[in-house]
């Protein structure tokens, strides 16, 4: 090799070792995190599912469907049985399935379901 291609050798070795170890780790780092980040709201809507299936099934109330997403209000919508009626109920994403839980009881242990209106034949 000539004395004046060792430099230009020398640059382009550099190159692409910066390529090799700087360049191509970091790029290939920012897109796992951008597929992690795009699949991240997905998670959590499984995962506040879960909870909820989960706390429904604690307090001993039976589904009948979902939950279901419901992404145009950002809840889920759960058909459950209570005092042998059929209730389409919606639960937020953004709030823990469990307090909102205690206060559908709350609402239901207080609430008077009209016998006129229902024909006086709960739903079993």
């Not at 001993?60 to 979902?66: D, F, R, T, V, W």
Request: charged share 20%; glycine share 6%.
């Amino acid at each position: 090799m000539k004395l004046k291609q060792l430099p230009i050798a020398i640059l382009i070795s550099g190159l692409i070792l910066l390529f090799e170890f700087k360049v191509l780790p970091y790029a290939i780092n920012h897109i796992r995190n951008w597929n992690k980040s795009s699949y991240q709201p997905i998670q959590e809507s499984e995962i506040v599912k879960t909870k909820l299936i989960s706390a429904l099934k604690e307090n001993g109330i039976p589904i009948l469907s979902g939950p279901k997403t419901r992404p145009e209000i950002n809840g889920l919508e759960v058909i459950i049985k209570k005092k042998g009626y059929q209730m389409k109920v919606i639960f937020s994403t953004q709030q823990p399935p469990q307090n909102q839980l205690a206060s559908l009881q709350l609402i239901l242990k207080e609430s008077k379901i009209e016998e006129r209106l229902t024909g006086g034949n709960p739903q079993n």
